[in-house]
């Protein structure tokens, strides 16, 4: 499965590097101050696609960080090659404006996420680290277990969201025990199931709006807090079945709440719906997912994972 040139680490991690695609000095200026002011990592700079897949076993980057429209390889062509070549190397795209479709199809042909140019300052951070630490998490804990064929767990968390990513984690090494994905596969879905978890607690069971975040994130978390003390809601709790087996994965994850109509979610690949808090989450989960369905209340999602996908 893996290459020689990108054996997992083991023992003590280095200090990870970020390989950086863009052909526009200026921006590579503007990344690189982000990137200098956020996280403890080293960074190195190419002109385009084609330098970069050159660079890749040379350098062995923890995370490619590629601009879309680039010379030569544009970042949706990067971004299959890389799967292709370099499955261990997730994958995060840089989008401009109007190209939110170009973003999608990116997601499906194996990027780890995505971040638009407009939020690089507040969002670029956050997003490499959170896949930094799922790809750390998986090279750490990798090992399959021979001859398992099922696997079955469940969890009721409280509205806590500490708690989800030692349980995101603990699903994705399931995924990788079983056989049903590799290190890149897992971290996807694991994307996918924080924001399930995340919607489940805040939306769900404490009932917070993400139109609360269209200014900034301090009048949401603040009312998540105060709620998370308050009853009915600090009594309700997110209950999360998983059923694995090497062919595909089904997870349930079910709140208290009162739910939501359904039938009025929106596509989420709309590029309007995309610039909302609440459309990223549902395009990341339908993304890296076979199946998302709600139920009729709208208070359980049931998300399946087929192996040939992964």
């Known amino acids: 499965m893996f290459g020689p040139e990108l054996q997992p680490p083991s ?11 863009d052909d526009s000095v200026l921006e590579q200026r503007y990344v690189g ?53 370099y499955p261990l190397v997730p994958v995060v795209l ?3 404006s109007g190209s939110e479709r170009i973003a999608v199809a990116a997601l499906k042909a194996g990027a780890a996420d995505y971040v638009s140019k407009q939020a690089l300052t507040h969002d670029l951070g956050p997003i490499l680290e959170r896949v930094l630490s799922a790809r750390q998490a998986e090279h750490r804990r990798y090992k399959v277990l021979q001859g398992m064929t099922r ?11 500490t708690l989800v990513p030692p349980l995101v984690a603990q ?25 399930a978890l995340l919607n489940a607690i805040y939306h769900g069971n404490l009932e917070v709006s993400s139109e609360l975040r269209q200014n900034g994130d301090e009048a949401f978390h603040q009312l998540a807090k105060s709620r998370r003390q308050q009853l009915p809601y600090s ?7 998983a059923r694995m087996t090497p062919q595909a994965a089904k997870i349930m994850i079910a709140d208290e709440g009162p739910g939501f109509d359904v039938s009025q979610l929106p596509d989420p690949t ?24 709600y139920n009729s209340t709208g208070n359980r999602v049931t998300m399946i994972k087929r192996r040939e996908r992964c």
């Open 235 to 241: 009594a309700r709790r997110v209950r999360v079945t």
């Open 171 to 195: 699903l994705r090494e399931d995924l990788i025990e079983i056989g049903l994905c590799d290190w890149t596969g897992a971290t996807r879905v694991g994307i996918a199931l924080e924001e």
């Open 94 to 96: 840089m989008t401009g």
């Open 33 to 85: 101050k982000i990137l200098e002011e956020h996280g403890n990592w080293r960074v190195h700079f190419v002109r385009d696609g084609e330098e970069a897949l050159a660079q890749i076993p040379k350098l062995k980057p923890a995370i490619l960080l590629t601009d879309l429209h680039m010379p030569k390889m544009d970042g949706l062509t990067l971004v299959e090659k890389v799967r292709a070549e």
């Open 11 to 21: 023992g003590v991690l280095e200090i990870p590097l970020i390989l950086v695609a």
């Open 151 to 161: 696997r079955s767990s469940q969890f009721v968390l409280e509205n806590d969201p």
């Open 270 to 293: 709309q590029p309007a719906f995309l610039e909302r808090p609440s459309g990223r989450g549902i395009l990341l989960m339908r993304t890296f997912m076979d199946v998302v369905e």
